[in-house]
């Protein structure tokens, strides 16, 4: 299975969610191989700084990072091969607009047979736009996942400490996710 991370705009946790991915897939047991087509290639940056993990190409579970630009080639292609495909946003208006395009990209290059999500991502709970998913998910060209990840600390720290840094709760909601889009 390829599973692609993607969304036209910098900044919205592509590559912390597929690092999170990686190790989760991984701790579970699965091969998992990285694919890094973003030129900062932070992916690949952190997961051969984790203790552990095995840095490959191939696996039966292939984790894709894209560059933040969805008219990029590479994007386009790894989107037409892609069986799973995860947009991260997090809930805000102004990140809306450029989600809907990539959402629209994503939707008229689907292969058949593959899904696509919208993922919230650093969802602060107690705020108006985090109780309120539902209705933002209801606007978008791409279904929502069910599951969406908190503003959460130890997220950050997971990149230099690795899977130990993660608390009980958002091991959880990472592995509720990966269960969800498999």
């Known amino acids: 299975m390829k599973l692609l991370f993607l969304q036209g705009k910098g900044g919205v946790g592509k590559s912390t969610l597929a690092f999170l991915f990686a190790l989760t897939l991984q701790k579970?047991?699965?091969?998992?191989?990285?694919?890094?087509?973003d030129p900062q290639k932070s992916l690949t940056a952190w997961l051969t700084d984790t203790e552990g993990f095995e840095l490959q190409e191939d696996g039966?579970?292939?984790i894709i990072?894209?560059?933040?630009?969805?008219d990029d080639p590479l994007v386009?292609?790894?989107?037409?091969?892609?069986?799973?495909?995860?947009?991260p946003t997090t809930p805000s208006p102004a990140e809306?607009?450029?989600?809907?395009?990539?959402?629209?990209?994503?939707?008229?290059?689907?292969?058949?047979?593959?899904k696509a999500w919208?993922?919230?991502?650093?969802?602060?709970?107690?705020?108006?736009?985090g109780k309120n998913l539902?209705?933002?998910a209801a606007s978008l060209p791409l279904p929502a996942a069910k599951n969406s990840i908190s503003d959460r600390e130890v997220y950050k720290h997971v990149l230099l400490d690795g899977w130990i840094?993660?608390?009980?709760?958002a091991k959880e909601e990472i592995m509720n996710l990966a269960l969800e889009i498999q």
């Open 28 to 37: 579970a047991g699965r091969v998992v191989g990285i694919r890094d087509l």
């Open 60 to 62: 039966e579970i292939i």
């Open 65 to 70: 990072d894209s560059p933040p630009r969805i």
């Open 76 to 87: 386009l292609a790894a989107i037409c091969e892609a069986d799973r495909i995860l947009i």
């Open 96 to 114: 809306l607009a450029t989600l809907r395009h990539s959402a629209g990209v994503v939707a008229s290059n689907l292969k058949a047979g593959a």
């Open 118 to 129: 919208v993922v919230f991502n650093r969802v602060k709970k107690s705020t108006t736009y």
């Open 134 to 136: 539902e209705s933002l």
């Open 165 to 169: 840094a993660l608390d009980g709760a």
